[in-house]
């Protein structure tokens, strides 16, 4: 049985998995954060860091928090340009609630350069962390940009980055770089049956969400 904890920094979660003893740690929040996170992680032997995808708001802190406990940040192949530039892959928006959320974050997004770990290992679907004593699963979840992935613990719990958010009702991710693909996305965590959702943005909730077509 695994435990989550969210913790939360302005409006940015990241989630600590943990067995108890070892853990992960899924996104780093943006830089503010910092210190609190790594207070947070030094309760437990932390064993990996991974990205649900490379916005700053997740990705900021990785490579110092990596330093701080010598060990990998895990990320997606697709996602790795965007240590270079957010222009990489850029994002659009859809609804009142995402045209707001993209308003304010697009300039930060854009100037906020995200420092690249120096020891980055990649991950896909079908990955499983056992090896890392966590019993969980990364799913391929692309849309929002094109290498994010979610991570499915004990089929239970799933962390979905920003594929889903709330904002303000659980539902498709209000920012995309790939409209298609985060409508697939979305559909493929309905399919997962019952899971707790725990979002980037927003408190956790059953996998019940406004799906946009
Ligand atoms: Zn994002």
């Given at each position: 049985m695994h435990e989550i904890k969210k913790i939360t920094i302005g409006t940015d979660n990241c989630y600590i998995v943990s067995n108890g003893r070892d853990a992960i740690l899924v996104d780093t929040a943006s830089a503010p954060g910092c210190d609190k996170i790594i207070a947070e992680c030094s309760k437990f032997n932390m064993k990996l860091i991974v990205l649900t995808h490379v916005h700053f708001d997740h990705a900021e802190n990785a490579a110092k928090i990596a330093d701080y406990f010598n060990i990998p940040v895990a990320?997606?192949?697709?996602?790795?340009?965007?240590?270079?530039?957010?222009?990489?892959?850029?994002?659009?928006?859809?609804?009142?609630?995402?045209?707001?959320?993209?308003?304010?974050?697009?300039?930060?997004?854009r100037n906020t350069k995200v420092e690249k770990?120096?020891?980055?290992?990649?991950?896909?679907?079908?990955d499983s962390l056992a090896s890392y004593g966590i019993d969980a699963k990364i799913i391929s979840l692309p849309?929002?940009?094109?290498?994010?992935i979610g991570v499915d613990v004990e089929e239970k719990s799933l962390l979905v980055g920003d594929e889903l958010d709330n904002w303000v009702v659980p539902a498709t991710g209000h920012l995309y770089t790939n409209l298609?693909?985060?409508?697939?996305?979305?559909?493929?965590?309905?399919?997962l049956g019952e899971r707790t959702l725990y979002y980037g943005h927003g408190k956790p909730t059953k996998n019940k969400f406004k799906f946009f077509k």
């Open positions: 990320v997606s192949k697709e996602d790795v340009e965007l240590f270079e530039s957010f222009d990489k892959q850029p994002l659009f928006s859809y609804g009142l609630t995402g045209r707001i959320v993209l308003g304010l974050s697009l300039t930060v997004l770990p120096h020891n980055i290992i990649f991950i896909k679907d079908g849309g929002h940009t094109n290498g994010s298609d693909a985060i409508k697939e996305s979305a559909e493929k965590i309905r399919s």
